[in-house]
């Protein structure tokens, strides 16, 4: 159980373009979820934390208006970078807390396979 | 804001030889703390963690981790290591006084393992 899927695993695409990435909790309900950014050989940042039905809260740094995260439901979140540039280029890794019994599972985050994402 | 140390960017260590990754976190407020893995291109899996209780926990391959309030440090210890352990390690912190549980993590630390 406790399984995150991320798609795409990974995109390439033109600068100037939109990215959508979709992030799932297959197996449980997700009411919170955050989005992490990895640059080579570096550590995990923190971008955002999604709440399902409310607006994200986004780190101090991170633009909301082009790191767009949409948390429709339990198990879906959305990241769309918008009007990607190469400095965006970054491998992107979505985690999700385990609220299916009403409380927070294990208090632990159950990280997805992360996607890579290429702007050329 | 917490912050969390990895004072080791790369632990080149032979096989089946003892190993430790150091980990400190800057408050030493209410904490839980983790240990995460990474293999190439992948994401992280959580290798233990320290909620409360013993200060030393456990994973099932072997790695172990003590949780020390008064020198705020997590480190990770394994006392025989495989090829098959070199991964990336990261250790996290979620601060219980925010409650928003997200994670601060440190720099990571390259695990070599040679034969």
């Known amino acids: 159980g406790a399984v995150v899927s991320q798609h795409p695993s990974w995109v390439i695409c033109k600068s100037g373009t939109s990215v959508k990435i979709e992030c799932r909790s297959l197996?449980?309900?997700?009411?919170?979820m955050f989005w992490y950014r990895q640059f080579p050989k570096q550590s995990l940042m923190l971008m955002a934390t999604?709440?399902?039905?409310?607006?994200?809260?986004?780190e101090q740094g991170v633009e909301k208006d082009k790191f767009l995260i949409n948390h429709a439901s339990l198990t879906l979140s959305t990241l769309t970078v918008t009007s990607a540039h190469p400095e965006d280029s970054s491998f992107y890794i979505c985690?999700?807390?385990?609220?299916?019994?009403?409380?927070?599972?294990?208090?632990?985050?159950?990280f997805g396979p992360g996607t890579r994402l290429t702007v050329l | 804001a917490q912050s969390v140390t990895q004072l080791d960017s790369q632990v080149p260590v032979f096989e089946e030889a003892p190993v430790e990754l150091r980990c400190n976190y800057s408050?030493?407020?209410?904490?839980?703390l983790f240990w995460y893995v990474q293999y190439p291109n992948q994401g992280l899996q959580l290798l233990l963690k320290?909620?409360?209780?013993?200060?030393l926990v456990e994973s099932i391959n072997g790695f172990e981790a003590e949780f020390n309030k008064s020198q705020t440090s997590f480190h990770l210890r394994k006392p025989s290591v495989h090829i098959s352990d070199t991964a990336e390690y990261f250790c996290?912190?979620?601060?219980?006084?925010?409650?928003?549980?997200?994670?601060?993590f440190g720099s990571g630390t390259r695990l070599q393992v040679q034969p």
């Open positions: 999604s709440n399902e039905g409310s607006k994200a809260t986004y």
């Open positions: 197996d449980f309900q997700a009411t919170t």
């Open positions: 320290y909620l409360s209780g013993s200060t």
């Open positions: 408050s030493s407020v209410s904490v839980y």
């Open positions: 985690s999700a807390r385990d609220w299916s019994s009403g409380t927070f599972r294990d208090n632990e985050q159950f």
């Open positions: 996290a912190v979620s601060d219980l006084s925010t409650g928003r549980r997200a994670l601060t």
